[in-house]
């Protein structure tokens, strides 16, 4: 989810904590259980920070280790060793208990996601995403702040909370059945579709499919359970040129080809350098593939400049790039 969402999460089981009777009977762990709520409900995505350094490491890395099985386990006892010094009254159990849910719950929420995460590592490294939940939606975001403003004007936290929560929890299976006619929609649109990725959209009945065949790459948008096929693409593989094998080498192509499930590729000459692209299928916006990967190499096939990440126009990429014009 989006960060806006997890804080409003963060207050919403601050509020919920007050149901807990140890929590409420003293000032110290009602305090410090918000806190670390709210602290919790953040920390996954300290990995944020890695866009500072570069898209390579931010795509490779983001919900990664950070959100992973020992990162659930461990955040909470990172968060009560920073904060408990400062609520020795409070206690320890119940305040490891609110924290531990936050964490629980900011990594949870995340997997129903179509950027999804890698949550079950170190079991497995495979991305987790159910693709149910946009990443930020307007309803789940709405109650939360409703919820807020009655506790602000004076309505129990806990209670109040207790009821949006049951709420979002019919939303989530709504959409899950949503999801599922969909996906039955486009099975009858397209019979032969081995993998149907889905994402959804910030509107309710809108989504976006990239569907794969034997034989074609397909692009498509779904409303309700009518669904437009606005790309067909051959599904080709990617051969084993000189240059393709080196641009794999290449840093951004490697955390591209890591994170995407579905693309396609291009290879350009040119009369001193070649120019390998990777178009992430599942992200169509205005008939525009803004998710893409991009090495250009010199007439030896050494790599000269790299690009991964969201580009909207030719004239930003080229600036990426900064190194070869076309």
């Known amino acids: 989810m989006d960060t806006g969402t997890h804080v409003v999460m963060g207050f919403a089981l601050g509020g919920l904590a007050t149901l807990d ?53 461990l955040w909470p006892l990172v968060i ?32 129903f996601n179509a950027y999804g995460t890698q949550a079950i590592r170190p079991i497995s490294s495979k991305w987790v995403a159910l693709g149910i939940i946009n990443t930020f939606d307007p309803i789940i975001f709405g109650l939360h702040v409703i919820g807020l403003i009655l506790w602000g004007i004076g309505f129990d936290p806990g209670y109040t909370f207790l009821v949006i929560y049951a709420i979002l929890v019919c939303y989530y299976l709504l959409r899950v059945l949503t999801q599922r006619a969909v996906k039955s ?19 309710f009945f809108q989504w976006r499919l990239a569907v794969i065949t034997k034989e074609h790459f397909y692009v ?22 000189p240059m393709i094998e080196e641009a794999k080498k290449d840093k951004n192509l490697a955390a591209f080809l890591s994170f995407s499930p579905v693309y396609r590729w291009e290879i350009k000459e040119y009369e001193e350098h070649y120019e390998v692209k ?49």
Request: glycine residues 2%; aromatic residues 12%.
């Open 185 to 203: 929609a486009v099975r009858r649109k397209i019979p032969d579709a081995e993998k149907i990725i889905i994402s959804p959209t910030i509107r």
């Open 220 to 241: 498509a948008r779904a409303y309700k359970n009518s669904i437009a096929i606005f790309d067909k693409y051959k599904r080709i593989k990617v051969p084993s040129l």
């Open 80 to 111: 009560l060793a920073c904060l408990y010094p400062f609520y020795p009254e409070a206690n320890l159990f119940h305040l490891w208990i609110w924290t531990f849910l936050a964490v629980f719950l900011h990594v949870f929420v995340d997997i």
């Open 21 to 73: 009777p140890v929590v409420a009977e003293t000032t110290a762990t009602s305090q410090s259980v918000l806190i670390a709520a709210i602290i919790g409900s953040q920390i996954p995505d300290i990995d944020t920070i890695l866009k500072l350094k570069n898209n390579a490491v931010y795509i490779r890395n983001h919900r990664g280790a950070t959100h992973s099985i020992p990162a659930v386990l």
């Open 278 to 326: 990777f178009i992430d299928l599942r992200y169509r916006s205005n008939g525009h593939y803004p998710f893409v990967a991009i090495v250009q190499l010199d007439s030896e096939h050494n790599i000269v400049s790299s690009y991964t990440g969201w580009i909207f126009s030719e004239e930003a990429l080229r600036k990426k790039l900064e190194i070869i014009p076309d």
